[in-house]
């Protein structure tokens, strides 16, 4: 298929990787130049700071920018692009489909369920998809994604504001609490990856049971006195110190209703 | 060597089949006898429900039970005990040495890094052990950890609490954020393991960087209305919204500290 993406961030240059890798024609499109330089480098695809430049047959243009932008990169994509009824899709999580569809007929979305770092390779294949649009669209995004993951799943602009808000809460902020662990071990100058076994086992276990029945710690066995004791080390650290009271007070009550 | 282990908690059955599988000669106590069966049943060691029963020549008496119950356990195995100086630790992170230093010379720590599950086996020669003593207790309990584990560390009670606070976030907490990410996909009948590959992902990504560096998503984006809309979606969670907005404000106070 040939393929322009619009964009050049951490999404928009796993998708070129991941396409070529599938043997797609990609051109890659980003207003400023620099970060095009490493995408053409790598993957040897065309790419452009010219909207004009992109061609006009394309099978999908994927529009991977920030969320804010999608709308303003949505609005040039359509006074330049001279064909009719451009299969355009946008990757973002929590922006619906309205924000294309007044530009263009054949409007979609097309979002990868993962957390992309630039210089971290991943294996597509098990990444999942998840595609929203009607008619050609959805053909042809199921088909697109099918040549990379074998996980494609149709889900509407509002389930996936959901699914979104679901993955914020099982990466970022995870991804944060590993953050405040850092911080608490520089106290006894105790490297993170000290804790690499333990958060490997944890993840092991939710791929095997739920996470309810696989919480441990002062809160799942209700130690008040270890969580009184444990709060009382966060004083001064007001967020931290709140996070774990609120923490501690949701695993019991999770614990209740299971 | 000779162990004696006091409980038959999670803990407690782990450290038992690390010893046995390391060829000590293990025995086990507790008070209730039905947990006993099914590690006599694996493991073909020796347990007891009488204190009495246990050798007085063991190298060392390891308690493992409940944090609240150390002291008990440390009682009725003191007033029982014939044997002059035993080696006697426990294995709980947030209480310190001196709980058993009133009632044994050779008092000392012996605590491993991992959460443990009943019926999820483990490498142990990656768990990490934090041993704590004086003179021949440091040096039994390093050679014990040493014969299960190849990461076997020194600290004081002071730093352990510290140590299992950080794990407390980057275990327990980030296991309760599945928790809440299964919840809410819940709502859009989507099963949790959708989310699987993502985590993965985020925990390689803090093997390989600091959790400062890794951490993405809107809050990381700065993304605000992503934020605020994500809130809204959490209206009549109280305790879930809070901790989404705490999380957010930390991750931005992170960023900019770094």
Redesign the interface.
């Known amino acids: 298929m040939k393929i322009c993406i619009l964009g050049a961030g951490?999404v928009a240059s796993h998708l070129a990787r991941a396409f070529c890798q599938a043997n797609h024609d990609v051109v890659v499109w980003n207003r400023s130049e620099s970060p095009l330089l490493a995408i053409s480098e790598e993957l040897q695809c065309r790419c452009t700071t010219d909207v004009r430049e992109l061609p006009t047959d394309a099978d999908a243009y994927i529009i991977s920018v920030?969320?804010?932008a999608v709308r303003r990169v949505a609005e040039l994509l359509s006074s330049t692009l001279s064909c009719t009824k451009p299969v355009v899709a946008h990757t973002a999580g929590?922006v619906s489909l309205e924000v294309l569809s007044g530009h263009f007929e054949n409007a979609g979305v097309f979002y990868p369920?993962?957390?992309?770092?630039k210089d971290?390779s991943?294996n597509y294949s098990?990444?999942?998809f998840f595609v929203e649009g009607s008619g050609v669209v959805i053909k042809t995004l199921r088909d697109l994604a099918g040549t990379v993951s074998e996980?494609v799943y149709e889900m509407s602009s509002e389930?996936r504001?959901?699914?979104?808000?679901?993955?914020?809460?099982?990466?970022?902020?995870?991804?944060?609490?590993?953050?405040?662990?850092?911080?608490?071990?520089s106290?006894?100058s105790?490297p993170?990856?000290?804790?690499?076994?333990?958060?490997?086992?944890?993840?092991?276990?939710?791929?095997?049971?739920?996470?309810?029945k696989?919480?441990?710690?002062?809160?799942?066995?209700e130690?008040y006195?270890?969580i009184e004791?444990?709060m009382s080390?966060?004083e001064g650290n007001e967020?931290?110190q709140?996070?774990?009271r609120?923490?501690s007070?949701?695993?019991i009550?999770?614990k209740h209703n299971d």
């Open positions: 951490n920030k969320d804010d929590s369920l993962q957390t992309f770092s971290k991943l098990e990444v999942p996980h389930q504001k959901i699914l979104h808000l679901a993955s914020v809460f099982a990466c970022n902020f995870t991804n944060h609490c590993y953050a405040i662990s850092e911080k608490i071990l106290e006894i105790i993170f990856n000290v804790m690499l076994p333990l958060i490997r086992e944890t993840l092991d276990k939710v791929a095997t049971m739920t996470p309810v696989s919480q441990t710690g002062p809160a799942a066995r130690d006195d270890v004791s444990q080390l966060l967020v931290e709140e996070l774990y609120l923490f007070k949701n695993i009550t999770y």
